[in-house]
């Protein structure tokens, strides 16, 4: 029904005056409405079914629902019963893990451990070969040192008497000169 615009209605008209001139619809009598209400339900009556078989209806819907929910029920708790085992083997079998993985890592620590101190000793061991070495050719440095030294010093005093002997020999030769030059004047 639509909205009735109180200021365009006539008072003083009758309600019938207002329907013709379309200023408010026509509604229905009482006894239209009453029978049309009526023919409704009773259509309505017709195609459903009595309330006491949707009710027995909705009592085999319910025991059977009721039988799926027991069902689904045990199966839940199977489920869980299931689920709970599994979650105790994973449970072990990550401790397992975990207990195996540090076995590993302890083995490998003890394996670097070992490769270790096997690298230290063979370092140290060619480290003091090394500073024995260098030792031994330090020394034999220090010895040809001392032999240059002595070879220089030896050199040094030939040299120094090979000079005197050279001195000597020049004063011989030098006297030898006068001689024969003597011998020679006398002649």
Do not use: F, P
Not at 15 to 44: E, L, P, Q, T
Not at 137 to 149: P, W
Not at 151 to 161: F, G, N, Q, S
């Amino acid at each position: 029904m639509s909205r009735i615009n109180l200021s365009q209605l006539n008072r003083r008209s009758s309600h019938r005056d207002n329907i013709r001139s379309h200023r408010v619809s026509k509604r229905k009598s009482k006894s239209a409405r009453v029978k049309s209400h009526m023919k409704a339900w009773g259509k309505k009556a017709i195609y459903n079914k009595s309330a006491a078989e949707i009710l027995d209806d909705m009592k085999k819907i319910m025991e059977e629902i009721e039988q799926e929910r027991d069902r689904v029920k045990g199966q839940l708790a199977n489920t869980e019963m299931e689920l709970e085992r599994a979650e105790r083997r994973c449970r072990s079998l990550v401790s397992k893990a975990h207990k195996e993985k540090q076995d590993v890592v302890r083995l490998a620590r003890e394996r670097w451990l070992v490769r270790e101190r096997d690298l230290k000793e063979q370092y140290e061991q060619r480290l003091s070969e090394m500073e024995m070495e260098c030792e031994r050719q330090e020394e034999g440095r220090l010895e040809a040192e001392e032999r240059v030294e002595e070879l220089a010093d030896e050199m040094e005093l030939e040299r120094i008497e090979a000079g005197a002997r050279v001195a000597r020999l020049e004063a011989e030769v030098r006297e030898l000169h006068k001689e024969i030059e003597d011998i020679c004047e006398g002649y």
